[in-house]
């Protein structure tokens, strides 16, 4: 027998919808993901399976229907994320997409097309500027551990300064490693469904994921989303770390 929701639990919904639609990162498939899954959330539409997990191939054939999907995942933050064309694979991959971890192709850095020479100049304050597209790298700031493009131009004095640079680089990364980076993208669906154990679904679908340094950033879950065949383990979380910003950069 369905059970007509009450007004309470439908304005609490409607909040979570306007909470979704007023994100500027729950775009695309994010959103079309949130939506079904906070109806089954809030409303139990569709209803919960007998083990009690979430039916995500109800909610995927809902979402995606039965035709074969393009290859691109529309709305992620990377515009080279792919999925698959079959719903119940697909919606791993948005998951996968959204995992909450650090990027260096986040913050405005993501092409090497765009990079300029960056050797201070003796005669004249700034950088040099000159492109450097076809002789730059990603340096891993030792203090942060986060990556940078850095690059030089064609001139010699660029280019021993450059070299210099990278040779100092490894030295001070051998010494002392940098630190992991905190999580810098993903996380969209986490925002707004933190009733979901998101870290047993990254994990389910990106064995090789763990925990950002800053740890869990929302309310512990009371939801189970099961998208493998065997869950995986709840991590050991003695005390919440606290996120500390490091100021550093190029030496």
Known sequence: MTIEPSYATLRAHNQRITGMLADPECVGELLLVGIGMARCVDLGDPPWGDTG????????????????????????????????????????????????????????????????????????????????????????????????WVGSCSQPACKQWFTDLLDRNRAELAAHPAPEPPANTGGVLERHLPEVDWWKVWRAVDKTWAPPPEGRQFERPTLTLVVDDEPASEPVVSARPTLRVLDGGWR
């Open 53 to 148: 997990s979430m039916p995500m191939k109800v909610i995927a054939a809902a979402i995606y229907g039965n035709r074969r999907l393009p290859g691109n995942l529309l709305g992620t933050t990377h515009l080279s994320d792919r999925g698959d064309h079959r719903p119940n694979r697909r919606i791993r991959d948005v998951f996968f997409a959204d995992r909450r971890r650090y990027s260096p192709d986040v913050d405005g850095d993501r092409s090497w097309a765009n990079v300029t020479c960056g050797r201070p100049m003796v005669r004249r304050e700034g950088l040099c500027g000159r492109s450097a597209s076809s002789n730059a790298r990603r340096l891993t700031d030792p203090a942060t551990g986060q990556r940078r």
